[in-house]
């Protein structure tokens, strides 16, 4: 079930010397987690394009190969292919590796492996070998990248059995749910939202605990409509449910975080106390994750919604070069007309 | 172990037909090993056979004949460490059944259940059968990587076809092969087709064996059929492996004698004189001129061996026939490591479809 916005510092955690605490942004979030990780697991590996002596085009992988070898954080060849292949091979020797392709526009070179071998290789041996590996990539628009920096395309990976896919919208749900993709035995493709890279920063205690997979966060309580999105546009979701408090409309506000397999039951229960729902999602929306959610509810939620299950979507084109990108992002005033529009609904 | 190999020119030991190359290198006096590999050859042959009639009478769904080169797979399979690990492409039935897949099994797997791929023993970290072709030399470099990571003295042996050598993921792993120097060994079943395609149209290079230089390791061509020469080839690369002294292609020259599968007709595009040419290489019959001539093999052990492997065949297919059909569950429960709610829902939904399926039709429909 799905998780109220807390900092997940409520465990058991007594191992002598308080956690560090640090004030982060998202991507130094990825950063601490990964560093986390391979401290508490010596089979977690890191390989990628320029991950290892550069750190990353982003810097998520910022000082890893000082700290634990080339051994450890491998700069590979550039080829994609190559990289979710070997991380393949990898896992199944019990390895960890955690793959960096450097934009989500080159991962789909990873496609064969990931979605041919990676999220079958525990059901084709029946449960012999295993795939406990991590594909992260940056992803989404509104960046001012040139093309193929800005894709949005997770409900490719959401479609295909047998893989995770999570995607954080925060600092602290970065290095929670990414512990959490890490150690995880199962493949997981880790979506990181680009333009919130260094967008707000939070206090996170490296504690090394995971957040839940499979579980939405709900971040603000409501209760007459049901606002649900994941990524960064969860920010300009947080916006307009302010906007609509102004305006006395109390919309409850959750992050799906895991896109398959997705936390229902949480969307459900909301969707019951509003009766009313709009999915925001900066995908594309023809055969989107927001599609997959809203046919739920019409399967599972017809007899508690009061109005049609409203989207806010990209535009079904390509991302246009980025003079005209602001056209193709859902912005807060489109997320606040369709809620009020669902409102209006007797 | 001496050896001097090139990309150019085929190392044989045994010429087709079926006399000594040379001075043969003393490992060929183990005779217990030489007869391992014909009695191997020969139960793969005869188990090949078997499982084509089996398809060809509905009894198990395509298959991948390995007819003509058997001599590739019990290479490998002889010469492969327990620890090493194998990555197979889906003509390497004698290299499975070496590594301790039992011919139920092979079946299993070609008769449509994933339980056909659940190695145990020796096989149980290999990989199994790879249908999209190539991507195993990428997974074979992956596993390879693990071992040098952690130092361990263990080797990745891949297999493909010559088809297989066209795409990316040849090239990619052949590439880190050689920046990482990895413990990895590349057999190329060169057999000369690629469903109908020609080895000639799908590379302009003279040799396959010679790619291995752009990527910086050293490749080189073997007679396929020539079990002997295999195994040398094989155990020099796997050493070269152990010893942290990088990876190998062996370009392995066979020939397809079979179709490419049972559901493939290769009349459509070869001729019989070039299949018909193609059998005077064949490597049983080379290798069993050999041990004639050695005086290890004589008219009543093939007949012996003939009769064995068939009750051994025969054995298989009443093991494959008698497994149980795989539970309903098993299709839901091995996509993750905990089943999440909706394949529950799914899952049990199946249940009730797989009653009705199985006869049990109580509702009217």
Known sequence: MGIKETLPNNGNHSTGSEPATHVVTLVEAV???????????????????????????????????????????????????????????????????????????FAYATFEHIISHAARLRNRTRGRLHCPMVLRTPYGGGI??????????????????GLRVVVPSSPTRAYGLLLAAIEDPDPVIFLEPSRIYRMVKQEIRDDGIALPLDTCFTLKAGTDITLISWGACVHETLQAARELDKQGISAE??????????????????????????????????????????????????????????????LDIPMPYFQRENLYMPDVHEIIATAIKTMEYA | MQFTTTPYTEHQLIEPGGNATGTLPGWMQDQDLLLKFYRTM?????????????????????????????????AIGCALKTEDVFVPYYRDQAAQFLRGVPLYQLLQY???????????????????????????????????????????????????????????????????????????????????WAISVPRALQTGAPTIAQKAMA???????????????????????????????????IEAMSYRLCDHTTADDATRYRSHEEVNAAWLKEPVKRL???????????????????????????????????????????????????????????????????????GGNHHGH
């Open chain 1, 31 to 105: 950063n601490l987690a990964l560093a986390r990780a391979m401290e508490q697991d010596e089979n977690v590996v890191v390989l990628g394009e320029d991950v290892g002596t550069n750190g990353g085009v982003f810097r998520a992988t910022a000082g890893l190969k000082e700290r634990f070898g080339c051994k450890r954080v491998m700069d590979t060849p550039l080829a994609e292919a190559l990289i979710a292949g070997i991380s393949v091979g990898m896992a199944a020797q019990g390895l960890k590796p955690v793959a960096e392709i450097q934009f989500m526009g």
């Open chain 1, 144 to 161: 001012h990248a040139p093309e193929h920096h800005c894709e949005s395309t997770e409900a490719l990976f959401a479609h295909i059995p």
């Open chain 1, 253 to 314: 506000v959750i992050d799906v975080a895991t896109l398959n397999p997705i936390d229902y039951a949480t969307i459900l229960a909301s969707v019951e106390k509003t009766g009313r729902c709009v999915i925001i999602q900066e995908a594309v929306s023809h055969c989107s994750v927001g599609s997959e959610i809203a046919a739920m509810l019409a399967e599972k939620g017809l007899f508690f919604l009061k109005a049609p299950v409203g989207r806010v979507n990209g």
């Open chain 2, 42 to 74: 020969n139960l793969i042959r005869v188990f090949d056979k078997r499982a084509i009639a089996l398809q060809r009478t509905g009894q198990m769904g395509t298959y991948a004949s390995c007819l003509g080169q058997e001599a590739i797979g019990t």
């Open chain 2, 110 to 192: 070609w008769g449509g259940t994933e339980w056909g791929n659940h190695f145990t023993g020796t096989a149980r970290e290999d990989f199994p059968n790879c249908v999209p072709i190539a991507t195993q030399i990428t997974h074979a470099a992956g596993i390879a990587t693990a071992f040098k990571i952690r130092g361990q003295k263990r080797a990745a042996l891949v297999t493909c076809g010559d088809g297989a050598t066209s795409r990316g993921d040849f090239y990619e792993p052949l590439n880190l092969a050689g920046v990482w120097q990895l413990p990895m060994v590349l057999v190329v079943n060169n057999n000369q």
């Open chain 2, 215 to 249: 990527a910086g390791i050293e490749g080189f061509q073997v007679d396929g059929n020539d079990v002997c020469a295999l195994y040398e080839a094989i155990r020099y690369s796997l050493d070269k492996a152990h010893a942290g002294k990088g990876a190998t292609l």
């Open chain 2, 288 to 358: 069993q001129t050999f041990l004639h001539q050695r005086g290890l093999w004589d008219e009543q052990k093939e007949q012996q061996l003939i009769t064995d492997c068939q009750q051994k065949v025969e054995q298989a297919v009443k093991d494959f026939q008698s497994q149980p059909q795989q539970p309903v569950d098993d299709l839901f429960d091995y996509l993750f490591d905990t089943t999440p709610p909706h394949l529950i829902v799914q899952r049990e939904r199946t249940k009730q479809k797989a009653a009705r399926l199985a």
